[in-house]
């Protein structure tokens, strides 16, 4: 069955730094892996995503890293803004226990991002 | 209003009544879903439309159901819901392509508040 684990919970930086949110797959098959962000009082919204035939994928201040080996994957947010505090959800594409293909969703990361 | 649209936006019901939930995408995808997202499990995957059939039920109680007369149109149907069922229900679409990496559009949700 599927499973993703997403570490951690909760967050907070300094606006500048960087920031580096975890999750871990059980599924061998996965083959996609997005990132969605979701602001408070808002829809969850694609930010990053990466497919299984790549390392590392960057987009300006985000980047994702996939370790197919290990079954884990990252984001890295660099030169956080407070405009990046949101709660973010990895997600990996692979099949559910019925066979069927859909994204699970981890818990959600809570990042805050200090003036 | 374009992507996916969710009505209502909030509802408030008793355990006795029964209300409906409605979706609707107008970006021409093939695939519609329907999640519940609560401070215990925030993004958890209850149905899947694929093509108008149900592919997926993700052991979701008897009192929630579901109806998806065309590929564009998903419905939510409530009845004697429990206090526990209140949540946000946010609807989604995609355009499923069978190699299973697809980006999912979120609606904007209708939190339902159950006394």
């Known amino acids: 069955g599927e499973n993703v684990e997403q570490h951690p919970s909760t967050l907070s930086v300094q606006e500048g730094d960087s920031a580096v949110i975890k999750c871990t797959y059980s599924?061998?098959?996965?083959?996609?892996f997005p990132w969605y962000k979701q602001e408070l009082g808002k829809r969850p919204q694609l930010i990053i995503d990466i497919r299984s035939n790549v390392g590392e994928k960057k987009d300006q201040r985000i980047a994702v890293t996939l370790n197919k080996t290990a079954k884990h994957f990252s984001l890295h947010i660099t030169e956080t803004q407070p405009e990046d505090s949101a709660v973010y959800f990895c997600a990996e594409g692979g099949v559910l226990d019925t066979g069927r293909r859909a994204l699970t969703f981890g818990s959600g990361t809570r990042l805050q991002v200090q003036p | 209003e374009t992507g996916v649209t969710q009505t209502p936006r909030h509802l408030v019901m008793g355990m006795t009544n029964k209300k409906s939930l409605k979706c609707e995408q107008h970006l021409g995808h093939n695939a519609m879903y329907w999640y519940k997202q609560s401070a215990k499990k925030p993004l958890e995957l209850m149905f899947v439309y694929n093509f108008k059939e149900q592919t997926e039920n993700n052991s979701v109680p008897s009192r929630f159901s579901p109806e998806c007369p065309n590929s564009s149109h998903l419905f939510l149907h409530l009845h004697t819901l429990q206090p526990e069922d209140s949540a946000l229900y946010l609807c989604a679409s995609s355009q499923e392509l069978g190699s299973g990496d697809y980006e999912q559009y979120f609606g904007p949700g209708t939190r339902l508040t159950v006394t």
């Open positions: 599924d061998s098959a996965s083959n996609y």
